[in-house]
């Protein structure tokens, strides 16, 4: 019984121990923070998780990071994306899933990897029979040096987008583009032999994409009769009318536009439709 109690409190010190360091490590900040970036794309979304290591006065790539050794691109955990939708990158499909994205550094160029194990512990278990995908890259570089390596989404539209890297004194770009059109007409379709007809959504979507502007016309009449003094219907029945090369028929909704939202004090959409008038000169 004395050995039982002996064994029981050194068990209940070790405890105590490791909730200690847990306690004091979530009060410490980590050398490379983290971060998480959620970018909508097309329909889904592209969610990229990694670790921001610091240049702290080192030479990095060629020294550090050796070229021609696969890197985790960050720090920590290798870097994840995930993808909710197929999407296209650098040209080449991708299906929806998530996967870790590795890299090789090289002087004058470098191979982006995708790798269907996404979470591991930087590269020490990558395996190359894993990939996904693998492709090179030339990289940019820099005349002002990054100190904290930096992932970010740029030029960000429906269906294309960039992925940047930056540290040191080099950047790197990534393509991505996805289909979503197919997608979204069906959806507008089915939505439209419904109770709730989305008629603003589609007419909207039609002008941006260059679709049947008479269909988005016809759209944007019937979205008008549910509200009669909103001028964000007027604004996009304007700018329908203008792509259509209706100006004078344009002119005339974007002064109903601009009256309704004088009315309600609204001066954005005086602006916006004050904006659209100017175009039809």
Known sequence: MKQFFKTLSISLALLASVNMVKAQGALVPQPSSGQTIVQDFGLGKVMLTYSRPNLKGR??????????????????????????????????KI????????????????????NKTADQWGAYDYKKEDDLLRFTIKPIILKTPVETFTLQFSNVKAGSMLLNMQWENIAIS???????DAKVMVNIEKAMS???KPYFAAAQYYYENNKDLGKALEWINEAEKTDLKAPWFKLWKAKILLKMGDKKAAATAAEQGMKLAKESGNDEYVRLNLAILTQTK
């Open 194 to 196: 419904g109770d709730k």
């Open 59 to 92: 030479k990095i790539f060629g020294i550090l990071e050796p070229y021609g050794q696969v890197w985790r691109t960050g720090a920590n955990s290798a870097t994840t994306i995930n993808f909710t939708d197929e999407v296209t990158v650098a040209g080449n």
């Open 95 to 114: 299906p929806a899933g998530k996967y870790s994205l590795f890299t090789i550094p090289g002087k004058d160029v470098w191979t982006i990897i995708l």
């Open 174 to 180: 990534i393509p991505m583009t996805v289909d979503y």
